[in-house]
Each structure stands twice: as C-alpha cells, then as structure tokens.
C-alpha cells in the first residue's frame, strides 16, 4: 500500500469517545457513533465473564467495543499494515484485556494472500491472482488453524 497520511478522529464507541486512528476512509464513512445496532446487539449477546474473538480485526474498534464487555478479546488480524493500526487504537482506549495476534485463522495452516483497496481497509478479502481484484495491492500472509493457537494465560 502507498503510504498516506495517518488521521486521528474522535469515535463514539459504547459509552465513551476514543481516539482512533487509520489512514483510509473508514472513519469518514462511520461518522461520530460506532455501529449503534452492533453495541445494542453485543449488550443482549455477550456476559462479563465471557471470552471473544474478533477473528479479521481491522483497526479496532470492535475489540474496544468488546474489551468494555467482556473477560477477555483475542483480536487475529492478517494483514500487517492494518495490523499497526489496530495495535495503535488499542493501546491508545487501554484496552488491558485485549490480546493482538498478527494472522489469520483457516482450516489449515496455510499463506493466503489479501487484497485491499489502499481506502478501505475494512474492504479486504482473501484472493487468488486469476481473480478480478488482481490491481488491488496484495500482502500474502500466514492463516493458522485454531486447535493451534494456544492462550497463554
């Protein structure tokens, strides 16, 4: 991805105002609030003794949204541009029970390779070079099965 300036935006997340950054135009397109339906949602699904994984972790802000509502968040992000983000954005809310992982989760162990459009980080996908988003930038990256992964606390 071209490297392109890091913005910095208030976004309502639950109950309180965050800082998040990111350098595409997800948080022009979200506004002030984040995903009032979602918040409404997780209050009725999830318990504060509950453990989440926010399996493609984008830059954070459902692990935010979690870290407030449950015991434990296990964010797997692949891709390592947006990766930086998310590490940034958690650190930045103090989000103690959130745990960051840099890779994806698959079937098998396997690299796979993800294309995203360089204004849209919440837009990537995992794609084959024959595939009609083969002009998008692509990072190739490491999924590993989740009977592998093991929580150290």
């Known amino acids: 991805m071209n490297v392109r300036p890091e913005k910095v935006l208030p976004i309502r997340i639950n109950d309180r105002i965050v800082y998040i950054a990111s350098d595409d135009n997800y948080l022009d397109q979200l506004g002030e609030i984040f995903e009032p339906t979602t918040v409404e949602l997780f209050r009725v699904l999830v318990k504060p003794d509950d453990v989440a994984f926010d399996i493609g972790a984008n830059i954070g802000l459902t692990a935010i949204l979690l870290s407030e509502?449950?015991?434990?968040?296990?964010?797997?992000?692949?891709?390592?541009?947006?990766?930086?983000?998310?590490?940034?954005?958690?650190?930045?809310?103090?989000?103690?029970?959130?745990?960051?992982?840099?890779?994806?989760?698959?079937?098998?162990?396997?690299?796979?390779?993800?294309?995203?459009?360089?204004?849209?980080?919440?837009?990537?996908?995992?794609?084959?070079?024959?595939?009609?988003?083969?002009?998008?930038?692509?990072?190739?990256?490491?999924?590993?099965?989740m009977n592998t992964f093991e929580n150290p606390t």
């Open 69 to 145: 509502m449950v015991k434990e968040v296990f964010c797997f992000e692949p891709s390592s541009s947006t990766f930086k983000f998310l590490e940034k954005n958690v650190a930045a809310a103090a989000c103690a029970n959130v745990r960051l992982e840099n890779f994806g989760l698959g079937s098998a162990p396997s690299t796979a390779t993800i294309a995203m459009d360089e204004n849209f980080r919440a837009g990537a996908f995992i794609t084959t070079e024959s595939a009609p988003s083969s002009t998008l930038p692509k990072q190739s990256k490491l999924f590993e099965v």
